[in-house]
């Protein structure tokens, strides 16, 4: 009887074993691996130089770059510029932008959540509810006085839960957490564009204000040097088509300032759009 037993209980084994086999064989979708890093270790083939060459000449004027040296988040504070912090600072606080992509990144980190909680975990739910009631013995036929009203409680819970068997739910939550992990750099990505636009823009503007200033000087040297040739012309000095030729190189410089003025204005509503500002409101400083 016991060999017989035994005998029965392996069939019953094997056909578990079995029913667990396909039910793991039939599991919805493959298990995520994430994708290998890249094996390469710079950007270019050739090792760049350490040192940039200055335009003046001068060696102290230099670039020195530093590959062992990581790059810290806020990298627009290297140029020490109180001024371009804040424009920057700004920018990420009121950017529409960052504000959209934040709101998609909460929007997927719910989502996941409320799956996961939904998938993860029983569902409970309870009931309570309170009822007055009042018997009245004599409908019963018992002669005795009725007691007076009293409360009747009552309760109840229920728990339900969805077995995972082929991992349907288990791939819809993995493929939740990888949209708002995605959405997660994505924000990453923004804030680091909206952060090198700014400055990019900030040091066009600077740029176009410095030449706009050497071009005022250089009108100013120019006209002194006109004042200068109509003095020696009178004088029989110099001929009179040096005046012309003073006077045209004059009116040419004095022609080149409006457009660069209205380069600085694009560059500062460029900015003004980047800080979450209308162009109207936004007071962009010179840095």
């Known amino acids: 009887m016991r060999s017989m037993a035994k005998q029965g209980l392996l069939p019953c084994a094997a056909a578990i074993a079995m029913v667990a086999a396909l039910l793991a064989g039939c599991t919805v979708g493959p298990h995520y691996h994430p994708p290998a ?79 996961t909680g939904a998938t993860k975990y029983p569902t409970v739910n309870a009931n309570v509810s309170v009822q007055r009631e009042q018997v009245d013995l004599a ?31 288990r791939r819809l939550v993995e493929g939740l957490n990888a949209q708002a992990e995605y959405q997660r750099w994505q924000l990453q990505a923004a804030r680091l564009m909206l952060a090198g636009n700014v400055v990019s823009a900030a040091i066009r503007q600077a740029q176009l204000r410095s030449q706009i200033e050497i071009t005022r000087q250089m009108l100013e040297l120019q006209q002194q040097q006109l004042n200068i040739t109509v003095q020696r012309v009178q004088a029989g000095g110099l001929p009179q088509y040096e005046i012309n030729r003073q006077r045209t190189l004059v009116e040419q410089t004095r022609a080149a300032i409006p457009p660069l003025e209205q380069q600085v204005a694009v560059v500062n ?9 209308s162009p109207a409101e936004a007071e962009i400083e010179g840095i």
């Open 139 to 169: 409908t019963f036929g018992v002669p005795f006085p009725s007691p007076p009203p009293f409360s009747l409680l009552n309760g109840s819970v229920a728990v339900s839960y969805a077995l995972d068997l082929f991992g349907a739910n």
């Open 37 to 115: 890093p890249p094996t390469v270790g710079t950007y270019t083939p050739a090792p760049q130089p350490s040192n940039t060459v200055s335009s003046t000449g001068n060696a102290d004027a230099a670039q020195h770059v530093n590959p062992a040296m990581d790059v810290p988040a806020q990298w627009w504070t290297l140029f020490h510029s109180p001024e371009l912090d804040r424009l920057v600072r700004e920018a990420l606080a009121n950017s529409p932008t960052l504000a959209q992509a934040t709101a998609r990144l909460k929007e997927a980190q719910e989502e996941s959540n409320a799956r």
């Open 269 to 277: 509503h460029q900015l003004a759009v980047l800080m979450g500002k």
